[in-house]
């Protein structure tokens, strides 16, 4: 399935040139960084470069009618301070800024450009103006070192475009007993997020007027044919499933409004089984694979942290609860010495089917264990069906949450890890995750930060740009898991 709720981003790069130096070594340098450009992708060059704010407007204008929605500056050389900076107030889109390096020792007259003195007073300038730009960690380089800040921009904008335009669909209130997740959402409308919020009954009322809807069919043998033979055990389930994903997907057509993308936060239980006849968890995971994120338990923040990690991976995420220990005898018998981790150095993710087919070892639909004991006695299952479960493939993944705090603050984590191939002996989507040093960071950020049990998770390392996009964002508290020897501002330095 592709990624149809995420956006395109076109880039563009535009040069300016201050007015006492020479325009061509800015020109040069930017075709320079175009050319380098080409084995990461597509990067539009702006022609017109930027002396003055008339330059600028008609700069901007060009990058706009070429439909590029994200741009980087380049100081080719020191650069005209005010109508480089008035770029990130004229262009609306996610703007980064970079300074070309001196290129070599023999031809420091006429070929030096002091673009590294010019991005200070840059930086000084978008100041002055309250003015949001992208700036990497080492902004000065060469053509090819450029191109590749350019490559690493291009998820951070992804993420930023989806944000201004995303819309979080929420079906609630929240399960009795479960507030971990429930944070105040005035802080999503500080980010740009748009949230409409709707009773599980309305989710109910749409679904019942799909009832023999003639699509459903199709999205059956569909599912059917994802699931194969094996992982589907109970195909007369799989029209209700279908009927359930054909709801949500029309929700989202006629809810998105002025929003381009939407996230849902949806509650799954104790009523939703009895009233729909399934639990809702395989089409939550065939709707994320397509970039359409489905929060379990109305968790709001985990859906706006599902829906950073794709635009950012450009590939499914899952949401997991941070959920059991590792018994000390599996990790004997089938981790220790295999890697280089402690027993408190792993946990098991854990949630009820969520998780796409795609991430998973070998996957199928069962039924949820805990709530065919609560709703059905134990017995034969029926309306607790409609889980996706199987051991999470074995890989690198990012475990990671932006959230609200009750007093209505953004505060995030980030770590990276691994899924390891251990067999979990275990029900539902779940894996064995291995984070260095997770022991401490579970005590002094998880715990002492007050961060709710729902983690979300990326397939791969993307721990940089996350945290570019969080501080871009403007979240200031973005806690990592401190290396053996960093203590954190709680940990008791005597322990």
Sequence with gaps: MTMQN??????????????????????????????????????????KTI?????????????????CNALVVFLGNFGPETPETLVAKEFDGPVMYVAAAEETGKNLINGRGDAYCGMLNCSYNLGLRHLKAFIPEYPVGTADDLAKMISEFQPVARALLGLKNLKIITFGPRPQDFFA??????????????????????????????????RIKEVTEDMAKELG???????????????????????????????????????????????????????????????????????????????????VSGDAVTLLDINNSVPRDLFEEHIKGTKDYTLEDTFMGFHCGNTPLCKLKKGGVKYQLIQNRLLEGGKTPDITRGTLEGDIASGD???????????????????????????TNSFGGIGIFAIPEMGRFYRHVLIEKRFPHHGAVAFGHF???????????????????????????SENPFA
């Excluded at 919020?197 to 009322?205: A, K």
């Excluded at 871009?472 to 020897?485: A, F």
């Design 51 to 67: 002396e003055n704010e008339t330059d600028m407007l008609e700069a901007v204008k060009e990058a706009k009618d070429a439909g």
């Design 397 to 423: 993944i990012t475990f990671y949450r932006l959230q609200s705090t009750a007093d209505g603050k953004l505060r995030a984590y980030i770590a990276e890890g691994e899924v390891l191939p251990a067999a």
């Design 6 to 47: 995420i956006p395109h981003v076109k880039c563009g790069i535009l040069s300016v040139s201050r007015d006492c130096f020479i325009i061509s070594l800015s020109e040069n340098r930017r075709k320079a960084i175009v050319d380098a450009y080409k084995k990461y992708g597509e990067l539009y060059e702006v022609k």
């Design 181 to 214: 997740c429930n944070a105040p959402i005035a802080p999503l409308y500080d980010l740009g997020v748009e949230v409409e919020e709707n009773s599980e009954l309305d989710l109910l009322v749409s679904y019942r007027a799909h009832k023999d809807d003639p």
């Design 463 to 489: 721990g940089k740009t996350i945290f570019d996009l969080l501080r871009q964002l403007g979240v200031e508290d973005i806690s990592y898991n401190q290396p053996k020897g960093v203590r954190y501002p």
């Design 229 to 311: 033979k094996e992982g589907n055990p109970y195909p007369d389930l799989l029209p209700r499933m279908a009927q359930y994903e054909l709801t949500l997907l029309d929700w989202m057509e006629q809810h998105k409004g002025a929003r381009k993308y939407v996230a849902f936060a949806n509650k799954c239980w104790p009523a939703f089984p009895s009233e729909f006849g399934f639990e809702p968890c395989y089409v939550n995971s065939r709707l994320v694979s397509r970039g359409i994120p489905v929060a379990c338990e109305v968790d709001i923040y985990g859906a706006l942290s599902e829906y950073i990690g794709l635009c």
